[in-house]
């Protein structure tokens, strides 16, 4: 069980407070009435899917209700940083390295 | 009889006999003992037979790596299966039982396999069983009962489980020497610690030696060692506790047996607790688990290893024979044959391997006058039931060949030792993969930032080194866990004599004359039966990936989970594919470390603690007018209100026709209720619902429904405007969490610009919907300052106002299509508020009404429940909702692109329609499927599917709702639901408003 920093809470709680929300970064488009379906099928549907380093989006459910971002590695489920909705990650996103970090199978 | 028992020794209090039974046996054991003790003292050699050819089997080790003293404990709802006899404590009255052998362990039909055995070769089950298909369920039955799986318990657990949540600075799992000193040292720094044990007594594998600490038996350096960890009141003890599993972010399980030693009868309590403990920092200090050495017919009884006979030698004074033949490949095992010699039993001889072994061990044998046979394997064991000799060979300089005659050793007790294997299991729950090591001839701990080991765990086998390495690590977990360390009176390390050991020799398969495949069967895995030959046969049929041959074989998928012999199971692999253990590698270890308790890991999260139940304020009131309840969610709803003698279909009918015909009264207080306030409310709740509320004044309501960007509906409801910036959003039962959730995130994450916040108050409003022709009267009477006539407050409009001395809010909106006002007080005010209400309707036969009779007044008027008449995959046109999405809305609300994506926007897509059966008594199963042509050939062409089905009381027939291709433009036209006993019901497609389509009765 993850152990997870609340950036607006600034504390440190268990993952049962908190709710996995999808990728973080997918902007929703500003003009949907003009993006071809392709377009528009690539925001609602597409998602990364790294082995290694990735942004995801969490909400602290049970506590401060906020949703925020996290960078975290999917093999080791190492949490390198946890920022709020609006701030860029400070660690750089899954390079061609990190996919192929050693993991269990 | 205990006839192995000598007259002194061991840690058992010989003063507290202890009897139990065993298979409907009674024996007298003593306190102390472990189950697999007390059977050796009572000479029993046979506990289970094998699972694949039934041959008999005797207990092999002393601990956790047990593969075949498997037994199931007590009868009935507390029986317990799967248990280890080594990791049993007796108690007086304890009832074990084998759960190998049918129909018993000592006549066993499964026998005859082992003379069938060549045709039964790995694969075996995939091979044969599972063909031809419809068989495998008959084989299944018989495979369990012969397997020895155990037998659940025949009814629900009486006991009491209970769980708890730890955080310490450092964990230390095992309380052998190193872990002792490990969290010794922590706990001097000030660290708090948690020290746990699987065992009932702490202490490991001084609890077994003869080696004296500080000129004394290691007992007293352990007692004054506890002592002092006792007496710290930072430090947590657990005995008898299993850590089964590592977790992230050194999150990890331990399943403390709190009352099982103790028998049914004594038991107060929780019988096991789960100890959830978040550690700053682990140091594993699991010991080490000995390696048997692979020989033909080495699963004869009396075959052990040498380490297991140590300890009950030592521990329990049992031993399990006369006559030992110690066959090593290493010098630590020597001194089980030391012991035995000064215990007074004969040492017959020891078989080294090594042509050269000359070092310290072989002196103290040799100088009590024990013969010892170098360079020699032991190749095969004779007997059946029982070890009767040893045939023994002399062997080439890296023990891959017999290079000369045999000999015959009688004997009646075998001991083995391979080397040792770290337990590196929780190392690798947490991530790092084992890394095999050329010196220490195992697996030990990968590299890891999180986790510290120690002791034999890592590979450090000397007593000396374990405890200085302890001290060492400890002192190293308190300053990870961020501790300082300065100046601390660190832990001494006791003097000790301990022998230089000669290097060992990498010896896992014993040669024998003949090749593998032909020579009587060398057992890896014990558990499951698997031979060295059938591993190497794996390999010659393409098995590569330790992996695969693991799931070919079956080697390691025990309850034992193959700690015994998967390491000598990976060399043979390695050796038959001419590459390195280190290139094979290891199989993934996985939680559970040994079979936990179901119980323990519910904890009290059973029956009615399951999960929080939700009651309205006018629960009582139901509950003492007869409802029948229906869970919506975590929420009781009265589904209906059977009268005596009442069958549901008759209340439901009764229910339906009050609500048609004059009123009827439903607890709605369970629809969620989100407020909403803000400068920017209404522009929120526009992007976020398909139609506007720009526009929407105070006093009014509009009905929306809410889609996903998918262009999806997930929910529908009501929302008002209850003032200036001030709206009351009302969703379905089961979507209001989701709801507020995600208004949240579009507010939070892409227009934090707009001002606006939500306050969940479901819980703080009871609703009382009444409705029927007579609502009006009924309310009248119990309100005076709203003019409840049909022009001053209209459809979708809401009043605040006094109803029955309440300050309430009533709203006039229906989801039966009859005239409705719901009527929303403060929760606590809404019993009151019920009764007040079911008083003031008296005249008019004012009926309660539950679930099943709303659902099928709105099906009547072809009103739409979310989840049910949809299913994440339809849109409001598929719903033949197109009304409610405004085509003028100036921001592209959620999911309105979706509706023009062409999969969204093609013509067939499954629509809501009505069914109308040809027969007005068959009510369609909901679920069931529509198809043109009832003689189509199968598979037939689905159409679509029914979504809701009722016998409708005021129409007298039977409706139903369902999604059906192109359903909108096929009204009128005859489809069928075939059945699964062959029925077709024949239906015709009509219009989804089966009731008062004009709608002039709501309007009234």
Known sequence: MLLIYCPYCEETRDEDEFSYQGEAHITRPLEPENLSDTEWGDYLFFRTNPRGLHHEMWQHTVGCRKYFNMTRHTVSYEILETYRIGEQATVAPASADSATAEGAC | ?1004
């Not at chain 2, 002592?227 to 999150?251: M, Q």
């Not at chain 2, 522009?683 to 398909?690: D, G, H, L, Q």
């Open chain 2, 1 to 1004: 009889m205990q006839i192995n028992r000598l007259p002194v020794g061991g840690r058992i209090e010989r003063d507290k006999p202890v009897y139990f039974s065993f298979d409907g046996r009674t024996m007298l054991g003593y306190q102390g003992d472990t189950l697999a003790s007390a059977l050796l003292a009572n000479g029993v050699r046979i506990v289970g037979r094998s699972f694949k050819y039934g041959r008999p089997r005797g207990i092999v080790a002393a601990g956790a790596e047990e593969p075949n003293a498997i037994v199931q404990l007590g009868q009935g709802a507390s029986s317990v299966p799967n248990l280890r006899a080594t990791q049993v404590e007796i108690y007086s009255g304890l009832q074990a039982y084998s759960v190998s052998g049918w129909p018993s362990v000592n006549v066993d039909l499964m026998a005859v396999t082992d003379w069938f055995a060549r045709f039964m070769p790995p694969g075996f089950y995939y091979k044969t069983f599972m063909w031809p298909k419809r068989f495998w369920m008959s084989y299944e039955h018989l495979i369990r009962k012969a397997a020895g799986l155990g037998w659940a318990p025949d009814g629900k657990d009486p006991d009491v489980y209970d769980k708890m949540n730890q955080h310490c600075d450092v964990l230390v799992v095992g309380a052998g020497p190193a872990g002792i000193q490990a969290a010794r040292s922590a706990s001097r720094a000030g660290a708090r610690v948690i020290l746990a044990d699987e065992q009932a007594e702490m202490g490991g594998s001084l609890l077994a030696t003869t080696t004296e600490l500080n000129g004394a038996p290691a007992y007293q350096w352990l007692e004054h060692a506890l002592a002092e960890l006792r007496s710290n009141e930072r430090v947590t003890l657990l005995p008898r506790s299993t850590v089964f599993g590592y977790y992230d972010h050194n999150f990890l399980g331990i399943i403390e047996r709190r009352s099982d030693h103790l028998g049914l009868t004594n038991a107060t309590g929780a019988r096991q607790r789960l100890h959830r403990v978040r550690a700053k920092q682990v140091v594993l200090a699991s010991g080490a688990i000995e390696r048997p050495i692979v020989f033909a017919n080495n699963d004869v009884p009396g075959v052990m290893l040498a380490s297991a006979l140590g300890t009950y030698l030592n521990r329990y004074g049992v031993v399990p024979g006369k006559r030992l033949v110690l066959f090593t490949c290493n010098d630590g095992a020597y001194q089980t044959a030391v012991d035995w010699h000064k215990a007074g039993q004969q040492v017959v001889c020891i078989v080294d391997s090594r042509k050269d072994a000359s070092g310290d061990a072989v002196a103290a044998a040799t100088s009590l006058g024990i013969d010892v046979i170098k360079g020699h394997a032991l190749i095969e064991a004779v007997g059946r039931a029982r070890v009767k000799a040893v045939k023994i060979a002399p062997i080439n300089a890296d023990a891959t060949a017999v290079i000369g005659g045999l000999r015959n050793i009688p004997c009646d007790v075998v001991a083995s030792s391979g080397g040792w294997s770290p337990v590196v299991h929780l190392s690798s729950h947490s991530g790092a993969k084992p890394v095999w090591s050329e010196q220490v001839l195992g697996f030990v701990p990968g590299a890891s930032a999180a986790v510290l080991s120690t002791g034999s765990s890592k590979g450090v086998f000397d007593l000396r080194a374990c405890l200085q390495d302890g001290v060492q690590i400890g002192l190293e977990a308190v300053q990870a866990a961020g501790i300082a360390v300065d100046g601390i009176d660190l832990p001494a390390c006791p003097d000790l004599v301990e022998p230089v050991a000669q290097v060992q020799q990498a010896l896992f398969l014993a040669p024998h004359k003949k090749p593998t495949s032909r020579a009587p069967k060398q057992f890896v895995d014990y558990q499951l039966d698997v031979t060295a030959a059938s591993i190497e046969l794996a390999a010659r049929e393409g098995y590569r990936s330790v992996e695969h041959t693991k799931r070919y074989t079956a080697m390691g998928f025990g309850t034992d989970q193959g700690k015994l012999g998967n390491i000598n199971g990976l060399a043979i692999l390695a050796n038959a594919l001419g590459q390195s253990i280190a290139e094979t590698g290891t199989t993934v270890f996985r939680p559970s470390y040994t079979p936990s308790t179901y119980g323990a890991i519910a904890g009290r999260d059973v029956g009615e603690l399951l999960d929080p139940v939700r009651c309205t304020a006018v629960h009582r009131w139901h509950e003492e007018h007869g409802a029948e309840w229906e869970n919506v969610g975590q929420w009781k709803r009265p589904w209906y209100f059977p009268q005596p003698g009442e069958a549901m279909q008759d209340a439901v009918n009764r229910e339906c026709l009050a609500v048609r015909n004059s009123v009827g009264i439903l607890d709605a207080s369970t629809l969620g209720k989100i407020d909403i306030q803000g400068p920017d409310a209404a522009e929120f709740i526009t992007r976020v619902y398909t139609n506007s509320y720009l526009k929407l004044p105070p006093g009014k309501c509009r009905y929306g429904v809410m889609l996903h960007e998918d262009g999806m509906i997930f929910d529908d409801g009501v929302t008002a405007c209850l003032g200036e910036n001030h709206y009351l959003m009302f969703t379905t039962t089961g979507g209001a969490a989701g709801v507020l959730s995600w208004l949240e995130l579009w507010q939070q994450t892409e227009w934090p610009e707009l001002q606006v916040y939500f306050t969940s108050v479901t819980d703080h409003w009871s609703t009382a919907t009444v409705t029927g022709p007579n609502a009006r009267r009924v309310l009248e009477k119990l309100c005076t300052d709203i003019d409840f006539s049909r022009q001053a407050f209209e459809f979708m409009d809401w009043r605040e106002g006094t109803v029955a001395g309440l300050k309430a809010r009533v709203f006039r909106i229906s989801f039966t299509g009859e005239l409705s006002y719901e009527v929303n007080v403060p929760a606590h005010y809404g019993r009151y508020m019920w009764e007040q209400l079911i008083a003031a309707g008296e005249e008019f036969g004012i009926t309660p009404y539950g679930t099943e009779a709303m659902h099928v007044l709105r099906a009547e008027k072809g009103f739409i429940i979310v989840g049910q008449d949809t299913d994440g995959s339809m849109t409001p046109q598929d719903m033949n909702m197109d009304w409610v999405v405004g085509k003028n809305k100036a921001f592209s609300f959620l999911g309105k692109r979706s509706l023009a994506r062409s999969d969204t926007a093609r013509a067939n897509r499954k629509q809501l329609v009505g069914l109308k059966t040809h027969y007005p008594n068959t009510v369609i199963p909901e679920g069931s499927q529509i198809v043109n042509n009832p003689n189509e050939p199968i598979p037939m062409l689905m159409q679509g599917h029914v979504t809701s089905s009722y016998f409708s009381a005021a129409l007298g027939h039977s409706i139903a709702l369902a999604v059906v291709k192109g359903g909108l433009q096929r009204l009128g036209e005859t489809v069928y639901c075939p059945q699964a006993d062959g029925e077709m019901i024949k239906a015709d497609i009509v219009s989804s408003v089966f009731y008062d389509p004009e709608g002039d009765r709501h309007n009234v």
